[in-house]
């Protein structure tokens, strides 16, 4: 008798806690992994593709569920890849990262015939122009994406690296021992 | 309180060379030989640089303004002689990179002749903000290396109602003797400079300080400060980096300024002591920063001195002007060995900031090779802030910059007192400037991205926009067309009724 009594009370428990379990599964599920959404907003969100992910969306996703490295993203450099480890609890070493050089995209004034292609592609707005103007490209919001080289029909858009001025120069970093 | 336990008045420092006795027996030189052209950048100071004002072509007078001060935080520019302005254009900036910066050229006419100014009949009586304007349209910053605009800092303390303005003689820098010399030269005009900051920031006292190293620049100040019970000179011990505002006001009056504040927080506000003779000349005179007192030294030069140089100054005129064996020069540096900037070249300007020229030869300076670090905590111990620079460069050179941080990366000083005693030659300020750099570039990168982010959304926006207002249009060209074939169909229709 109390052996029939001990299971039916675990079984009767069981059943009770475990369909608890299955409507708070359904009804109070999470939409999304909170991590994904704080990770996306580190990312540099211009959708350029250099992870080799169809957006920032997805290459966090894959971030995420571990199948990407922390280094994916060359527009974030070492400062992403310093706080993706940081918040997913990696480990990288950095001692030998290293930037990419940041790019801007510039026109060439003798070679643009004002097209217009490459600032209706332009995801940040940052060419300037009319039909049959010269384009101009403003270098402090250029994302340095290359879709407008990629339209340019007379490739008067080129990837130049940004100009050191006494604004922006910085102390390289000493040589180790 | 037994002494021991009391925090003690002078943390770190380190007691380097002097080698000031070269310079400081020697008078300031005040006929140095008007140069030909003079360059003048239009950014020698903490903030926007100036517009010019002047246009090619153009005559100006000794004294005339040269480009106008742009926002808040900003200084004017000054013509240092009169002459014809030959080009506005980018020219090599005093700077370790030498990268040009936009620069003022003007030829000499040889005349030097003064622009008329109107001068206060007693300048003592002067309004407080009528002081702070005119130091401020004289283009007057803190000529102690930070140049800060010293008409700025001369309204915020008054705003902020300070009990004692510290003027800073420390010159803790080894081979510097320019305030020295100026101290010894014209104590009483210096003394009438800090009486009109007093005025102009209502401030009750003033103290100047200043190392013991310099005995007859604090005989002169005493006698000049001797009339005015409200100013005090007071001499503090040898020992780099004592010039460093908040290790001097932490042992003149045990007062510290909290990490990540200012001075003005608790009430004092610090001014080099040659800006309060730049004051004085700006009121009294009527006379713009357009010149300053330069300590050319270092064993490459064969007479070197304190030579008071026109601004915009060529340094290779200056070093040649004190005998430069260009052979024996193996490094140019503006400003002090511990903090000042290796500079490529010597084809670049004497600017508001430079309070030295040290053309240094072999025997001066020592590339041992760097080896690797022995954890012996010299820097440590060094460090005058209290920070540990062997753990920050270890985080540093492995690209921790967020750890270097969280060890105090951002209160570092770079006064070179680390490096000055490490046995293994490891650059710490290099590492330390490196990761400040980075540090600001990450910053930018940041804005950058917000700022991508913005305006990929308004863009987004904007094509949802234009994507609606399409369909509606083509959604009211459909109706129009829908109401105007049912139109027809009406007036087809109602003739039928009529005839039938």
């Not at chain 2, 009109?196 to 100047?208: R, S, T, V």
């Not at chain 2, 007036?491 to 039928?496: F, N, Y």
Request: contains cysteine.
């Amino acid at each position: 008798m109390y052996v029939l009594s001990a299971i039916i009370i675990l079984t009767a428990l069981g059943l009770l806690l475990g369909f608890s379990l299955g409507i708070a599964a359904k009804y109070l599920k999470v939409e999304s992994d909170p991590l994904i959404e704080r990770i996306e907003e580190l990312m540099p969100g211009s959708q350029c593709g250099q992870c080799g992910f169809p957006g920032c969306r997805p290459a966090a996703e894959a971030l995420v569920s571990g199948t990407a490295p922390v280094t994916l993203c060359p527009p974030g450099g070492t400062a992403l890849v310093e706080q993706l480890a940081k918040l997913l609890g990696i480990d990288v070493d950095l001692s030998n990262a290293q930037d990419q050089e940041a790019m801007v995209a510039r026109v060439s004034e003798e070679t643009c015939t004002g097209c217009t292609r490459c600032f209706k592609v332009c995801p940040t707005d940052a060419i300037v122009g009319a039909p049959k103007q010269i384009h101009a490209v403003v270098a402090d919001a250029c994302i340095g994406c290359k879709q407008c080289v990629a339209v340019c029909p007379t490739e008067c858009l080129q990837m130049h690296p940004i100009e050191v001025t006494l604004r922006n120069w910085r102390w390289p970093k000493p040589l180790a021992a | 309180m037994p002494a021991f336990l009391e925090n003690p008045r002078l943390r770190g420092g380190i007691h380097a060379e002097e080698r000031k006795h070269y310079t400081s027996g020697h008078a300031i030189v005040r006929n140095f030989p008007l140069p030909k052209k003079l360059y003048i950048p239009v950014q020698q100071h903490v903030g926007k640089p100036a517009e010019p004002v002047v246009k090619v072509g153009d005559i100006v007078l000794k004294g005339q303004l040269l480009a106008h001060s742009q926002g808040a935080i900003s200084s004017p520019i000054h013509a240092p002689t009169s002459g014809k302005i030959i080009d506005v254009k980018d020219f090599p900036a005093p700077h370790p990179s030498a990268l040009p910066v936009r620069t003022v050229i003007i030829e000499s006419d040889g005349k030097d002749q003064w622009l008329t100014t109107h001068l206060p009949s007693d300048p003592f009586a002067l309004d407080p903000e009528e002081i702070c304007t005119r130091v401020g349209e004289a283009g007057v910053v803190g000529l102690g290396g930070a140049v800060f605009p010293s008409a700025v800092k001369l309204n915020l303390g008054r705003k902020n109602q300070i009990h004692t303005l510290l003027i800073n003689a420390g010159e803790c820098e080894p081979y510097l003797t320019c305030d020295d010399r100026l101290m010894q030269e014209y104590a009483e005009e210096i003394v009438s400079g800090i009486r009109l900051m007093l005025n102009g920031m209502q401030a009750p006292k003033a103290i100047i300080g200043m190392e013991d190293n310099k005995p007859e620049a604090f005989r002169a100040m005493q006698a000049a400060s001797l009339p005015f019970a409200n100013i005090s000179v007071e001499q503090v011990p040898t020992r780099y980096p004592m010039g460093w505002d908040r290790q001097m006001l932490r042992y003149l009056t045990g007062l510290e300024i909290p990490a990540d504040g200012r001075a003005t927080d608790i009430g004092v506000v610090v001014h080099n002591v040659a800006t309060a003779h730049a004051v004085y000349k700006a009121i009294c005179l009527g006379q713009p920063l357009i010149s300053r007192v330069v300590t050319v030294s270092g064993t490459a030069v064969a007479k070197p001195g304190n030579v008071e140089v026109p601004l915009g100054t060529l340094m290779s005129e200056v070093l040649d002007y004190c005998g430069l064996n260009k052979a024996r020069m193996a490094r140019l540096v503006m400003g002090g060995p511990m903090m000042g900037d290796a500079l490529p070249h010597a084809e670049v300007p004497v600017v508001k900031a430079c309070n030295g020229i040290l053309a240094l030869s072999h025997e001066e300076i020592e590339e041992p090779q760097t080896q690797a670090c022995i954890r012996c905590s010299s820097c440590v111990t060094a460090c005058p802030v209290g920070l540990l620079p062997l753990e920050m460069a270890s985080r540093i050179r492995a690209n921790q910059l967020d750890a270097a941080v969280d060890l105090g990366l951002k209160d570092c000083i770079s006064c070179g007192s680390c490096s000055y005693v490490c046995p293994s030659n490891i650059p710490l300020v290099h590492y330390f400037k490196f990761a400040s750099g980075e540090l600001v570039k990450r910053q930018q990168a940041e804005h950058k991205t917000e700022q991508t982010k913005r305006l990929m959304q308004d863009r987004n926006q904007r094509m949802e926009r234009i994507r609606q207002e399409a369909e509606a249009e083509a959604l009211r060209a459909q109706e129009a067309r829908a109401a105007r074939a049912a139109q027809q169909a009406a007036a087809k229709q109602q003739p039928k009724e009529e005839t039938a």
